[in-house]
């Protein structure tokens, strides 16, 4: 059964100190895997699509890299505005449309 | 990137009446829209799936009585919550995806639904 886990579930951390977020998932075949921000109250934000293994993404703070087994989402020296909940959703190629969602790291960062 | 607008952003009704939210992709062409539903701190559930023009795809346990999904164009998608009930309540959100943008879903700024 296809599946997505995120680790941790919640992370906390001061003002510049930098880690990583985990996605692992466990599908027939990978078409595509998807990191978003999520803000209390608010939709899903667009951060990186990635779509095979060694590929990586970055953006300013973020950078996503992709193996066959999880994903991880890296925070260099972060800002207390990088506070939100992080998403990882996988789109399977067995699927047609369908995207399964993991349940998100919260991440607080303290300034 | 890729907008997509939700409206209202907030609705409050009684129980009972119905409640139409619109989903609209502002600057591109969405072939495919996706209606989800997240409860507090929970991640999102997807209600169901809609191409422009055919009839929606609805997840299993998800009445298609009650959520009801129109895609009558390439930038509109709108759900209708027929009767709502209090247990409706939720946070709404669209996503909508393009045949030029890939795989990515980009995502609605969500629906909050109070339904007294």
């Known amino acids: 059964e296809d599946q997505v886990t995120q680790s941790p579930e919640a992370l906390r951390l001061q003002e510049g100190e930098s880690s990583s977020l985990n996605c692992s998932y466990t599908?027939?075949?990978?078409?595509?895997l998807f990191w978003y921000r999520q803000d209390p109250g608010k939709g899903p934000e667009f951060l990186f699509t990635?779509?095979?293994a060694g590929e990586e993404k970055e953006k300013e703070r973020l950078k996503a890299t992709l193996t066959k087994k999880e994903s991880f989402l890296h925070i260099t020296a972060p800002k207390p505005e990088d506070s939100a909940t992080y998403l990882c959703?996988?789109?399977?190629?067995?699927?047609?449309?369908?995207?399964?969602f993991g349940t998100g790291t919260s991440l607080t960062v303290i300034p | 990137g890729a907008v997509v607008s939700q409206h209202p952003s907030r609705v409050i009704c009684k129980s009972g009446t119905s409640v139409k939210i619109e989903c609209r992709s502002l600057?591109?062409?969405?072939?495919?829209m996706f209606w989800y539903r997240q409860f507090p701190k929970q991640s999102l559930m997807l209600m169901a799936t809609?191409?422009?023009?055919?009839?929606?795809?609805?997840e299993q346990g998800v009445e298609k009585d009650k959520f009801l999904i129109n895609h009558a164009s390439l930038t509109l998608s709108t759900l209708t919550v027929t009767s709502a009930h209090p247990e409706d309540s939720s946070f709404y959100i669209c996503?909508?995806?393009?045949?030029?943008?890939?795989?990515?879903?980009?995502f609605g700024p969500g629906t909050r639904l109070l339904v007294l």
């Open positions: 959703a996988v789109h399977p190629r067995e699927t047609g449309n369908q995207f399964y």
């Open positions: 990635l779509y095979s």
């Open positions: 996503s909508a995806r393009g045949l030029d943008r890939g795989e990515t879903q980009y």
């Open positions: 809609s191409n422009e023009g055919s009839k929606a795809t609805y």
């Open positions: 599908v027939s075949g990978l078409r595509g």
């Open positions: 600057d591109f062409q969405a072939t495919t």
